[in-house]
């Protein structure tokens, strides 16, 4: 079993920033592709951003220029710097991990961004 922890969610106003962490507990965490995702009420679940272990990203629409997602395989942690956040980012957001086929996933971590 592979165990995530995101934390750094919270509630910020509109144009603030949040970052984002998810440790992973297996060093399998190195070689394995990452994600953020993120779902609001009654919405299907996104991807947000991704990262591959030679560290290749990629972007939803909604978060390029805004959201930058990085990792640091030392600390087996990926991080979603999030910036210029919009009301409409309100939303439960969720790490991902893939191996050997299979999602593992974090509990999630709420970010609401709000005036």
């Known amino acids: 079993q592979v165990q995530l922890v995101e934390s750094g969610g919270g509630l910020v106003q509109p144009g603030g920033s949040l970052r984002l962490s998810c440790a992973a507990s297996?060093?399998?965490?190195?070689?394995?592709?990452m994600g953020w995702y993120r779902q609001a009420p009654e919405e299907p679940r996104e991807l947000v951003a991704g990262?591959?272990?030679?560290?290749?990203?990629n972007y939803a629409d909604f978060a390029k220029g805004r959201f930058t997602i990085s990792r640091d395989n030392a600390k087996n942690t990926v991080y979603l710097q999030m910036n210029s956040l919009k009301p409409e980012d309100t939303a439960v957001y969720y790490c991902?991990?893939?191996?050997?086929?299979?999602?593992?996933w974090g509990q999630g971590t709420q970010v609401t961004v709000s005036s």
């Open positions: 991902n991990l893939r191996f050997m086929g299979g999602d593992y």
């Open positions: 297996r060093s399998i965490f190195s070689i394995a592709p």
């Open positions: 990262i591959t272990s030679g560290g290749s990203t």
